[in-house]
């Protein structure tokens, strides 16, 4: 939402700028620039001011030190997405720029602020003349060595450039610096304060006549909580009740150990570093059986290492939660970047029939939610429960309104009380589905358990007919949690009558969502349907969507489709609610290039 008005430049002159209520900025640099700090600082102060804020990082693929970038979108309206083009980019040099330029576009009228150090002129910068940018030289080695004696102060200094530049809440800017080293000593905190002041100083004495295009408005509110996907997930898992983290470290889930690390304690909870992902899912098995509940996160690589172990806790009916933060495949495939590439093997990986259950997230408030959901339905189903994330979402800190955490409710595990009058058969058919699980230990409670096909009592067997019995009743927890719960695990936004529908799942619904948003202040009817229960699929609520529009567009990041051919498996999908948008991950979708989608569709 822009228009045009006239406001006065800090210094007094005035000059034609655009108003604007959500701005992106894109910031560049190698190691030691401060790069992401600079980045998580802004979005900090958004949040504190009661602004919508999210921040998309990027590193280059060295383990570390080296290039990175951010791009920070701040709104006075709810940012789904990391927004399309930057209106305002800044490079500390453009050798680094070159590595992610495919990743920061730049919109018309663009900003470009860059450091005089770097020496490139400005005829020769890697930026397109026909976006007619507004390009500013900076001299914050200089600057920052000035005012603070050290040039590693200059991201701070940026910050104080960009607030005062285009009108961004500079108190919040300053109350954020404090936060973030207010347990440093008194010199580095006044330090930091000079780098702060001396940025806002250098605007107001040398780009007063600067003709910036763009001043942000905003006003103060209530301010905002702010979290990572994987800070949500962990805390999730935190509240519903899990007591032991097992893992091994990965690229991009090693934020929800750590987070673990931190917090269980504290609840008289245990974190365990493991050896390598089996061992990582073996003892998170083995501690619920013996009544803990427990989880491990991982990455695509770790996860096919897990597959043995997730058969096991299948066949033995045994509780367990795994958060997949997926990155780019297949192999090691890219760490840093983001691709929602596992699905097929997260619903089919395992000899014989394995039934589990799959959940996803669709933001980042939702990884606290479906963190819960995950350990309630691993506990009343006795089954694994595998919470599919991605380094996007996972990674990405946002701005969220405040949630009651007390408002999920929490469900424990049906318990063994018998008194060992009669003997206790762990796979009683008289049970349903599920049968009482009791602790080892407990009087009463012995019983056999393994991989193997066993009889009611746990005891292995080779019956066929035993077999297919016991297959029955593993999979009948499937259906039955379908049937009970597919509908309100399917989410659905935008036009309540649309004619156009989304279909999509996980992170991608977070620029599907903004897309229908843009269609349909444009005149269109868009809906966007979110499957958060992915295995089994709710086969019914999603049908229903699909019959209410006249056109369906399924859209996945990643190359074969893999969610919707495993959709289509299911549903009747004709010609029209069959259309299908899937491209490699390394960079989530855009609004507008679902917006495109969209449109065609629609012309089709």
Request: glycine residues 10%; aromatic residues 6%.
């Amino acid at each position: 939402m822009i228009d045009v008005a006239t406001s006065t430049t800090p210094a007094g002159a005035v000059s034609a700028r655009r108003t604007t209520d959500d701005i992106v900025i894109g910031i560049v640099g190698s190691g030691g620039d401060g790069v992401i700090s600079s980045g998580e600082l802004l979005v900090s102060a958004a949040a504190a001011e009661g602004l919508y804020a999210t921040i998309l990082k990027s590193f280059g693929p060295q383990i570390r030190g080296g290039e990175s970038s951010c791009r920070v979108r701040i709104s006075r309206e709810e940012a789904l997405s990391y927004g399309d083009r930057l209106d305002v980019l800044v490079a500390f040099n453009w050798a680094d720029f070159a590595r992610f330029k495919e990743e920061l576009e730049l919109a018309p009228g663009v900003v470009v602020i860059y450091d005089s150090k770097d020496g490139t002129p400005v005829d020769q910068i890697p930026v397109d003349p026909a976006l007619e940018p507004v390009i500013l030289q900076i001299p914050f080695h200089e600057l920052a060595n000035e005012a603070t004696g050290s040039s590693l102060s200059k991201n701070i200094l940026l910050l104080g450039v960009l607030g005062e530049l285009f009108d961004l809440p500079t108190d919040g800017i300053a109350e954020a610096v404090e936060r973030k080293f207010r347990r440093k000593s008194e010199e580095v905190r006044a330090a930091n304060s000079k780098a702060l002041a001396a940025g806002r100083a250098y605007v107001l004495r040398e780009l007063a006549e600067a003709p910036v295009p763009l001043s942000f408005v905003h006003e103060k509110g209530e301010p905002k909580l702010l979290m990572t996907g994987n800070e949500a997930l962990a805390f999730g898992a935190l509240k519903a009740g899990c007591r032991l983290y097992a893992g091994y470290p990965i690229t991009p889930s090693s934020d929800v150990m750590e987070w673990l690390a931190n917090e269980l304690p504290r609840f008289g909870g245990t974190m365990m570093q493991t050896e390598d992902e089996i061992a990582a899912i073996g003892m998170c098995v083995g501690a619920s059986f013996g009544g803990t509940k427990a989880m491990t996160s991982t990455a695509g690589p770790g996860l096919s290492l897990m597959t043995e172990f997730l058969g096991l806790a299948s066949i033995a009916e045994i509780p367990v939660v795994i958060a997949d933060i997926q990155r780019v495949g297949p192999s090691t495939g890219i760490p840093t970047k983001t691709e929602q590439c596992d699905f097929a093997h997260v619903a089919h990986a395992g000899p014989g029939d394995t039934p589990r259950v799959v959940v996803a997230p669709y933001d980042v408030a939702d990884c606290f939610h479906m963190a819960v959901e995950a350990f309630n339905i691993a506990e009343e189903f006795q089954t694994p429960v595998i919470i599919l994330s991605d380094q996007y979402l996972g990674q990405r800190k946002e701005s969220v309104v405040p949630f009651d955490i007390h408002a999920w409710p929490v469900v424990d595990r049906l318990t063994f009380g018998g008194n060992g009058a009669e003997p206790y058969r762990r796979y009683r058919q008289g049970d349903g589905d599920v049968s009482p699980m009791a602790i080892p230990g407990q009087a009463g409670g012995e019983h056999t358990i393994s991989g193997l096909e066993h009889v009611e009592s746990g005891d292995p067997t080779s019956s066929s007919a035993v077999h297919a019995r016991m297959n029955a009743r593993r999979h009948a927890k499937l259906e039955r949690l379908a049937r009970e719960r597919g509908a309100e695990l399917v989410r659905t936004f935008g036009a309540p009558n649309p004619k156009l529908g989304i279909v999509c799942w996980g992170s991608t619904s977070a620029q599907a969502r903004e897309a229908a948003r843009r269609l349909n202040r444009a005149g269109h009817a868009v809906g966007v349907c979110v499957p958060q229960l992915l295995c089994p699929l709710p086969v019914e609520p999603i049908a229903a969507f699909l019959e209410g529009v006249e056109r369906a567009l399924w859209v996945e990041l990643n190359h074969q489709g893999q969610f919707y051919h495993y959709a289509r498996a299911r549903l009747d999908l004709d010609a029209a609610h069959g259309h299908l948008y899937a491209r490699s991950g390394g960079m989530p979708f855009s609004v507008q290039e679902i917006v495109d989608q969209v449109l065609a569709l629609g012309e089709a």
